[in-house]
């Protein structure tokens, strides 16, 4: 092992604004880390980013509608073969 592994780094505080989220985020929070999107809408909030409830749902929603087609596709290529 190296030496500077055992060293601890120090903590630096974001110096960047808060940005409204990505689409990528919010479906990621959604559905990978089953965060409902109130609670999301109040934790950008808390950063400083005011976003209505209804935006955030619009955005899942355009996701999905554009994700469509590829969810169409996964069960043929998923089945498996009968034995």
């Known amino acids: 092992m190296w ?3 055992n060293r601890s780094l120090p903590v630096v505080a974001s110096s960047r604004p ?7 985020s919010v ?6 880390q089953h965060q409902p999107l109130n609670r999301q809408a109040v934790r ?3 950063e400083g980013v005011e ?3 209804s935006m955030l749902a619009d955005q899942v ?3 999905v509608m554009l994700l469509r ?3 169409d596709l996964l069960p043929p290529m998923c089945s498996l073969p009968s034995a």
Request: hydrophobic content about 40%; charged content about 20%.
């Open 44 to 46: 950008y909030a808390w």
């Open 51 to 53: 976003l209505d409830l």
């Open 61 to 63: 929603g355009g996701c």
């Open 27 to 32: 479906l990621i929070e959604k559905y990978g």
């Open 3 to 5: 030496p500077a592994a």
């Open 69 to 71: 087609p590829l969810y």
């Open 18 to 24: 808060a940005q409204k989220p990505r689409a990528s």
